[in-house]
């Protein structure tokens, strides 16, 4: 089995590559963001926001041709990397799925930090030259690219918002875990569904998903006197999806702090506090505001 945060692959088929007319873009109505080519393929990498960004991001890729033709049956790796001079790590990220019924291909990153990240392509694509050789797998890496996270900020375009938080368990194990907001992207006034990540770092190359822990959930208006809503839900499992979803209620529109306790399966806090008269915030939180 493919593991979830290995190099991410598609698999291949043993057969010649399966093409669409370029005229046929399977990524209409997304943003492209960045192109990675040598003297045969280019493959392109597009979302809604046509950017890299901290914390969660869904990127979709295709691969074409010189002749502009989209790919269907490839296989590619990607693998980020931030080097900070004195050490290099990786990212939680997904395994890249093939979008059924087009030649459209998805990953999602919870890029931990803003800045320029390398990025490594390679694709496999298998040929068969239309005689009586049998179809040759064709393996490649791009050359070396960079790519730019950019920051998530507040509404005013200046100052940041909160949407990832890298911690270190509070309970003895010295373990640490990566959250990830992922949802709501466009909050609205009135109840919300939010859906998150919790990942556990193995090493700065590996995050593995955790399952069954559990994030509360205190969504507070600080500059209306740190004020709460009804009728949330804490963020729990959900198998179906394999994320942790929950109901955040926005009561009106502004400036939001959604406050959280890390728990594990068994109830244990790993990280965050209760907000109090006293303790205005949560030590792990994420922001929204609309």
Not at 85 to 101: D, N, Q
Not at 112 to 126: H, Q
Not at 236 to 265: C, D, H
Request: with cysteine.
């Amino acid at each position: 089995m493919i593991s979830f945060f290995a190099a991410l692959f598609f698999v291949s088929c043993g057969k010649d590559e399966d093409k669409q007319k370029p005229d046929i873009n399977p990524a209409e109505g997304l943003i492209k963001i960045q192109e990675f080519a040598d003297d045969f393929y280019t493959v392109t990498a597009y979302n809604e926001s046509g950017k890299w960004q901290i914390g969660y991001t869904k990127v979709y890729f295709t691969v074409q041709d010189k002749d502009g033709n989209f790919i269907d049956n490839a296989t590619l790796s990607a693998f980020p990397e931030m080097n900070m001079g004195t050490m290099k790590h990786s990212t939680p990220r997904s395994e890249i799925t093939k979008v059924s019924g087009k030649p459209l291909f998805e990953a999602n990153y919870a890029f931990l930090m803003a800045g320029e990240w390398d990025y490594t392509v390679s694709y496999y694509v298998s040929r068969y030259d239309g005689g009586f050789n049998p179809a040759v797998v064709i393996f490649q890496p791009l050359p070396a690219a960079k790519i730019d996270v950019q920051k998530a900020y507040r509404p005013d375009g200046v100052t940041e918002r909160k949407v990832i938080s890298s911690v270190k368990a509070i309970d003895g194990s010295d373990k640490r875990y990566v959250v990830a907001l992922v949802e709501p992207q466009k909050p609205k006034a009135g109840i919300n569904d939010i859906t998150a990540y919790i990942y556990e770092r193995i090493d700065g190359n590996t995050y593995t998903p955790v399952e069954n822990f559990r994030l509360k959930l205190d969504p507070r208006m600080p500059a209306m006197e740190n004020h709460s809503s009804p009728n949330n839900e804490d963020l729990t499992w959900n198998a179906t999806e394999k994320a942790y979803k929950g109901k955040a209620n926005f009561s009106m529109t502004g400036y939001w702090v959604l406050n959280l306790i890390l728990q594990n399966a068994d109830g244990t806090v790993l990280y965050g506090n209760p907000v109090t008269e006293e303790i205005e915030q949560s030590s792990l939180y994420f922001e929204v505001e609309f």
